[in-house]
């Protein structure tokens, strides 16, 4: 049962282009987060967000902003993709910043041609 | 920050036969630590976490130990099933990184008949 949603699945783009992802969870959790999944199956945390407050930010290009409107939202834009950023982003939610059980959407596959 | 080493790479099994997939951490914390279960074309979700109180954790079959001395969390199940084939990471949230969780490398565990 899908509780986190995220938009788009796949998308394709130039390198140069900005991008944005969407990302609401239903589960009326107070912290979601980020992930980028690699080409080598790699899951490293990018962002994470309590109650719309930033509490976690990675050594991540300054290209990706994550935006988030209130606790049940979580968007993340990237100005100007590079090749690199072909992935998955993989958004997630937790009932609190505690960290514990991670809920996950299906993801967003990126292409970066 | 923490970090967390895992078998690398594919481990492959014949049906029936016991699983093991290693998970070592570092921390200078007691950490929680935890295993998520990938399918081909799914989301992660969790398989199993570890408690406070040392009880071990079982769920499909499925077990893991948090052993402190030796800083490991190995998954572990007595009888491979087609079905257990999935990418499984283990992951581990400490306050050293602000609870979010940080995974490890996964192991692509493929089960043949």
């Known amino acids: 049962e899908t509780a986190v949603f995220q938009t788009p699945n796949y998308h394709v783009t130039q390198v140069g282009n900005e991008v944005s992802f969407n990302c609401k969870q239903t589960l009326g959790h107070d912290t979601m987060y980020w992930y980028k999944q690699d080409s080598k199956k790699l899951l490293k945390i990018m962002f994470s967000?309590?109650?719309?407050?930033?509490?976690v930010n990675e050594t991540v290009p300054r290209r990706f902003s994550p935006q988030s409107s209130d606790k049940a939202h979580l968007n993340l834009r990237i100005k100007s993709v590079e090749p690199e950023d072909s992935a998955v982003y993989l958004c997630?939610?937790?009932?609190?910043?505690?960290?514990?059980?991670?809920?996950f959407g299906e993801g967003s596959r990126l292409i970066v041609v | 920050g923490d970090s967390v080493t895992q078998t690398e790479g594919l481990v492959t099994l014949t049906e029936g036969l016991p699983v093991m997939l290693n998970c070592t951490y570092q921390?200078?914390?007691?950490?929680?630590l935890f295993w998520y279960v990938q399918h081909l074309n799914e989301a992660p979700k969790l398989l199993l976490k570890s408690f406070t109180d040392n009880k071990r954790p079982e769920h499909q079959g499925f077990h893991a130990t948090l052993h402190k001395s030796s800083s490991s969390f190995h998954l572990q199940k007595s009888s491979a099933q087609l079905s257990d084939s999935a990418l499984y990471y283990c992951a581990l949230r400490s306050p050293n990184n602000n609870n979010a969780p940080r995974f490890g490398a996964g192991t692509k565990l493929s089960v043949k008949p």
């Open positions: 997630a939610s937790s009932q609190d910043s505690s960290g514990n059980t991670l809920y």
């Open positions: 921390s200078t914390y007691s950490p929680f």
């Open positions: 967000y309590n109650n719309k407050q930033l509490i």
